[in-house]
């Protein structure tokens, strides 16, 4: 059975910074602008490379560190089960405001303590 793509993100759903990556390396990082930032609209959610001295190697890293922050994750999931009409924004918030679902902490000496 084949699969459906259901959606799919792309650059255009991010905003794409580039800039002076700095530190070592000397003249050609302070002259080349390499270092690259990608930022997902919808979600917040962000990836930054400055490592290799390419830009492109550098939008590669920045957009699977995009994909794998917590952000990202939590707003693919809601997208999803969005899209395939399973449950509405509200509905996902109310099922995430479920007691069972929070975890609330409180400092006692000094120390975080969940409370049961």
Same mark, same amino acid.
């Given at each position: 059975m084949a699969r459906e793509k259901l959606f799919s993100v792309t650059l255009a759903d991010c905003d794409l910074q580039t800039f002076r990556a700095g530190g070592p390396g000397g003249q050609h990082q302070n002259k +080349?602008? +390499?270092g690259v930032r990608i930022i997902h609209r919808a979600s917040g959610a962000r990836g930054e490379s400055r490592e290799e001295r390419s830009q492109l190697q550098n939008k590669k890293k920045a957009w699977r560190r995009m994909t794998e922050d917590p952000k990202f994750k939590i707003w693919l999931n809601?997208?999803?089960f969005r899209r395939q009409g399973k449950a509405s924004p509200e509905e996902?918030?109310?099922q995430d405001m479920i007691?069972?679902?929070l975890k609330v902490e409180v400092r006692e000496n000094g120390r975080w303590v969940v409370i049961e």
């Open positions: +080349t602008e +390499t809601r997208e999803i996902l918030v109310k007691p069972d679902n």
